[in-house]
C-alpha cells in the first residue's frame, strides 16, 4: 500500500534535493504548501519556473542578474578598478548589504575541492584572468569565506595572481575562522572590507 501520494512524495524528493534540507524538513514544508490554498502552490511554482526564465549570468562577473551586465557592473558611479572576488552570488548580497564597497565582483561559483573534482577549471578563475588581463583592473580583494576551501581558494588566487600587476588584498580579521562570510553581521563584514590589508 502507498502511503504516502506519488504527488506529495515527488514534491519531498524534489525539496529534499536542496542543501540544508532533509526529508524530515521536506516533509514538512510540503505538507504545509499542501494545507494552504491551492493559490499558493500556483503562485510558487510561477515564481520558481520565473527564476530561469527572467534571471542569467552578468556575463562580466557572474552573479545572476535580470540584465546583462548586471545593475552593479553598469552602474557609472562604481569603480570598475577594485574587483572584489566571492565564492557565490549569496556573498555579494552580504556585502552589498554593508553599502562599504562600492568597486564591482567577481562570482567564483564555488571553491576549490579536489574531493568533489572541483577544481580551478570549474570556477570562474579564467573569466577573472581575462578581465584582469585587459588592464582596467588594478586591485582584487579576495573576500572567499575563511574555511578551509575558501583559505584553499584565496591561497591559489594569491599564488596565481602575485606576479601580476595588481594588487591584491584581503578581508582583514574579523571574521572568525570557518565562518562562511554570507552569515558575517554586516558590521564586522563592512570593517573587513574597509581595512582590507595586502595579500602580496
Ligand atoms: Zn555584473
Redesign the pocket.
Known amino acids: 500500500m502507498q502511503v504516502i501520494p506519488p504527488a506529495l512524495e515527488r514534491v519531498i524528493e524534489d525539496l529534499a534535493k536542496l542543501p540544508g534540507i532533509g526529508k524530515k524538513t521536506a516533509t514538512r514544508l510540503a505538507l504545509n504548501i499542501l494545507r494552504r490554498p491551492p493559490g499558493y502552490a500556483h503562485e510558487l511554482s510561477e515564481a520558481l519556473q520565473e527564476l530561469h526564465a527572467s534571471i542569467q549570468l552578468?556575463s562580466?562577473?557572474f552573479?545572476f542578474?535580470e540584465s546583462d551586465?548586471?545593475a552593479?557592473?553598469s552602474d557609472p558611479k562604481r569603480d570598475g578598478s577594485l574587483v572584489c572576488v566571492v565564492e557565490e552570488p549569496g556573498d555579494l548580497m552580504a556585502i552589498e548589504k554593508t553599502s562599504s564597497f562600492r568597486g564591482h565582483?567577481h562570482i567564483l561559483h564555488g571553491v576549490l575541492s579536489p574531493i568533489d573534482g572541483i577544481g580551478p577549471d570549474e570556477l570562474k578563475i579564467r573569466e577573472l584572468i581575462a578581465r584582469i588581463s585587459n588592464g582596467s583592473v588594478n586591485e582584487i580583494l579576495i573576500a572567499t569565506s575563511s574555511t578551509v576551501p575558501g583559505e584553499a581558494t584565496a591561497s591559489y588566487l594569491i599564488d596565481l595572481l602575485a606576479t601580476g600587476p595588481v594588487k591584491l588584498t584581503r578581508l582583514a580579521c574579523g571574521i572568525p575562522m570557518g565562518m562562511d562570510i554570507k552569515y558575517a553581521d554586516k558590521h564586522t563584514l563592512a570593517r573587513a572590507i574597509e581595512s582590507r590589508s595586502s595579500a602580496k
Open positions: 552578468c562580466c562577473c552573479t542578474s551586465p548586471c552593479i557592473c565582483y
